[in-house]
């Protein structure tokens, strides 16, 4: 086989002047640009979809934290986990949440719904408890309730309380007052007492009482702010229309705590635990009114990015190959693919793999912080967008690499001697190219390491060739 001379130009063919290589840029970018609007076109024709795919990983994070953090709930207050609720938690999914509950209003559906229900049950809301008074001045409200002191309306309030009693609860409530504290006992006298009292029908109807039921006088019961209408009016208004039972009981309590106010603590709805199930609110939250657009709109040019990725590529390599010698120009044809390949492979990672772990790590400070995380699906979409497309860049170092080692910028032996700073560059650049947490930053460093091997094999595998020829020249 002929071989041509030394000086001879060997590829005069593939010469570009200046000029030519932004002529065979500009076509290029138009090409790529073109292949982007027509990508984003199908974007986003299914731009909603896109975005339920691309919160699914998210919804699932904050799924599974706010499990997690009420199985911890529940060992800290029961010592255990109850097994019946693993399926709750597993196949619905819900969780329990403690709620307090006004057992009056509860008692009044069950009856509504069921009115033999609690036939047999004897529950009296609306009365008075031990905690309803003030261990250490309850002697002092003793001595105010056998002595009264004050003004005489209040005097013939205080009356009016006290007619109910027999002589054998007179007697212990003068020995309260002789006390300088209550014990438990003498809480649990007085709450019998009391609640003897507001049952009474008298009350609300006494005299001594019109003055606290006059609609001028809502006095420390002003619950709106002043200038407030007295809620008493309206309460008495609707026992007189309904004569409701739990409604006297509420009135009658409030008058005498009213008249006792010194040395009793300020009536309040009696409430009670009670665990309820939920379903999971995991749904990421919008907080302005054009947020929802352009969460559609850039999921529109996401997946509009990601369906011309290949056609970019292509125009990106042909590029290259405009300005590669003739017998390079077909090595387009075979990296092509493989640049694909590792592009979707590293998003691949990111998306299905990389996601739950990070958002697993962040979602842990939340919990040892006791900060619920309530995630704004805008500030998501940036990071779920983010992400694939750094990793999808990253993938591509076997090709960067054997693209220097073809133009001699790079030796296999310089790759092998300088791998420890390779590796240290690696990571540096993870760093950059994932958010601020160690999890994406490892998951990208330990992949781009083997991809960094991988590509010293391409440049060993695929070695260029030197002579385009495949043969040295005689020599002169």
């Not at 007492?193 to 606290?212: K, M, Y």
């Not at 302005?288 to 509009?304: D, H, L, P, R």
């Amino acid at each position: 086989m002929p071989v041509r001379p030394p000086n001879e130009d060997l590829f005069k063919d593939s010469r570009m002047s200046f000029g030519q290589h932004l002529e065979e840029l500009r076509r290029a970018l138009v090409r790529a640009l073109l292949g982007v609007a027509i990508g984003c076109v199908f974007g986003f024709m299914f731009a909603n979809q896109v975005v339920d795919l691309l919160k699914k990983p998210l919804v699932e994070a904050v799924s599974s934290y706010q499990k997690e953090k009420s199985k911890k709930q529940i060992r800290d207050r029961l010592g255990y986990l109850p097994p019946e609720y693993q399926p709750w938690f597993e196949r619905e999914p819900m969780i329990p949440e403690t709620l307090m509950v006004d057992p009056g209003d509860m008692i009044r559906v069950l009856r509504h719904v069921s009115p033999n229900f609690l036939a047999g049950v004897n529950l009296i809301p609306y009365t008075f408890q031990p905690d309803s008074f003030d261990r250490g001045r309850l002697p002092e409200l003793c001595r105010q309730l056998l002595d009264p002191q004050g003004q005489s309306d209040e005097i013939k309030k205080v009356e009016v309380i006290r007619d109910g009693f027999t002589a054998a609860q007179r007697a212990e409530v003068k020995r309260i007052a002789g006390q300088a504290t209550a014990n438990d006992s003498d809480l649990d006298f007085m709450a019998e007492i009391f609640n003897r009292v507001i049952e009474r029908d008298d009350l609300v109807g006494s005299p001594a009482f019109q003055d606290s039921l006059s609609s001028g006088a809502a006095g420390d019961w002003d619950l709106f702010g002043s200038g407030s209408a007295n809620p008493l009016v309206e309460m008495k208004t609707g026992l007189e229309n309904e004569g409701d039972s739990d409604l006297r009981r509420r009135i009658n309590r409030v008058l005498v705590t009213q008249v006792f106010s010194s040395w009793m603590p300020p009536v309040k709805l009696d409430m009670v635990p009670m665990q309820v199930w939920r379903k999971i609110d995991a749904e990421p939250q919008s907080l302005a009114a054009t947020e929802t657009f352009m969460i559609w709109v850039k999921a529109g040019i996401f997946s509009g990015l990601l369906l011309a990725s290949p056609w970019v590529l292509l125009q990106m390599w042909l590029f290259i190959a405009a300005g590669l010698y003739p017998h390079e120009k077909s090595s387009v044809y075979v990296f092509l693919p493989i640049s694909l390949a590792l592009f979707f492979s590293g998003a691949g990672l990111a998306f299905f793999f990389v996601f739950e772990p990070v958002l697993g790590f962040l979602f842990s400070f939340n919990a040892s912080m006791g900060i619920s995380p309530q995630i704004r699906i805008n500030e998501w979409l940036g990071f779920v967008m983010f992400l694939p497309i750094g990793f999808g860049v990253a993938f591509q170092l076997p090709l960067v690499m054997l693209f220097l080692n073809r133009i001699n910028l790079f030796t296999i032996e310089t790759y092998l001697n300088k791998w420890r700073i390779a590796v240290m560059v690696i990571f540096a650049l993870s760093m950059l190219l994932t958010p601020a947490d160690p999890i994406s930053m490892i998951m990208l460093g330990i992949p781009l390491t083997f991809l960094y091997f991988l590509g010293i094999g391409l440049c060993y595998w695929l070695p260029g060739r030197r002579n385009p020829f495949g043969e040295e020249p005689a020599a002169a």
